[in-house]
């Protein structure tokens, strides 16, 4: 299977720390990031709550570009406050609005948000046939419950932290993607992927400590054992060479 090619687009500043170069390097064996682009905001919210509508944001996507879809990432409130949208010509918006709070609280990287996203909007790409269904076409590929899982639908947006962090596909999605014609090896690799998109290796530890306290209090008892033990044989081998 050929890999999937995807064109990256930051709409408008991106007020949080983000780290393009490092999402433009992702690697996957199913897509690659085609092209990454900035494009500014030149219009102001349209919107009864300072929300940009789908006619605005739509013309201010790049109608051409290279790639088989677009993800755009923003900052600015989208219609319906929904998370991501959908447009016409293979294009996706999805903002960082209000979930970046979440993200941030659960010390998760920004980053992951972008992940997620490109993993699901290629199955989806992939499962409707090599292209982005319309957003007026009935689509059935989030479920309510949130599972952890790339189609989670996050009505509730504080739920996005739980498929930020180690994202799976849910034993119902892999079903529903393999009856409809995704191979098993390509959804067995994506779910080995997934597991990359986790958090820095220090709230890793710290998560650690917060969910083991007893284990954490023994793992630092015998660290500051062995450590002494390891101080108390080197004070006397330096005696025993300077004496
Ligand atoms: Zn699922």
Known sequence: MTKTKITIVFLGQIPIKIDKTTISKWSSKHFEIENVLNVPITTNADG???DYSDDNIKNLLPEVYSGDFLLA???????????????????????????????????IPFENLVYRLLYSYFL???????????????????????????????????????????????????????NEGIEESVLNEIQRELKKI???????????????????????????????????????FIYEIIK
Request: glycine share 4%; charged share 25%.
């Open 73 to 107: 990432i923003t900052h600015i409130p989208l219609e319906d406050n929904y998370y991501a949208r959908r447009f016409d010509n293979n294009r996706i918006c999805a903002t960082f609005y209000e979930i970046a709070d979440f993200l941030k609280v659960s010390n």
């Open 198 to 236: 986790d958090k820095d290796l220090y709230y890793k530890i710290l998560d650690f400590i917060q969910e083991n306290p007893i284990w954490a209090i023994i793992i630092s008892s015998l660290t500051a054992i062995l450590l002494g033990i390891i101080g108390s044989v080197l004070a006397s």
């Open 48 to 50: 009864e709550d300072w």
């Open 124 to 178: 989806i790409y992939k499962r409707y046939g090599d292209r982005i269904p319309k957003r007026s076409e009935t689509t059935n590929f989030t479920h309510d419950e949130t599972r952890g899982c790339l189609f989670d639908m996050n009505g509730i947006k504080s739920d996005i932290i739980y498929s930020t962090n180690k994202p799976q596909l849910c034993n119902k999605c892999i079903d529903k993607l393999k």
